[in-house]
């Protein structure tokens, strides 16, 4: 995966979704397979074109005992100005030949000066 410019960064063995959030210059991306073990994590950068940097805490949003394999995020902004994480995941049985489904769900971004988090709320 190349963070929009510099040289390819390993994320995980498979990345999807980018999400830039350009006023900020963090980009969330999710990684792995869609099974249990995808998550999403973020990187930063001082300038909007990178080069970026993954967070070393990655990833920061996985899964628990109600959302398995959290990913494929997209932020939006509340009316209370507040950003949050609107992404999908298994809520029980996984994948599709075991009549899974993945629900779509949203939980707020949480800002400790540069560092963010985000933890599955709904159930």
Request: aromatic content about 12%; hydrophobic content about 35%.
């Amino acid at each position: 995966m190349y963070l929009l410019s510099g040289a390819p960064i390993q994320v995980s063995e498979v990345s999807y979704s980018p999400c830039t959030i350009i006023a900020r210059n963090v980009l969330f991306f999710s990684g792995n397979s869609w099974n249990s073990h995808y998550a999403m994590g973020y990187a930063t950068s001082s300038s909007p074109p990178g080069p970026f940097t993954p967070y070393s805490g990655n990833p920061i949003l996985q899964g628990n005992a109600h959302a398995h394999g959290p990913g494929g995020g997209s932020v939006v902004e509340g009316t209370d100005n507040d950003l949050w994480m609107v992404y999908h995941a298994w809520p029980g049985r996984e994948g599709y030949d075991h009549g899974g489904i993945r629900n779509m769900r949203i939980d707020p971004l949480v800002w400790d000066g540069s560092k963010v988090s985000i933890t599955v709320t709904a159930r």
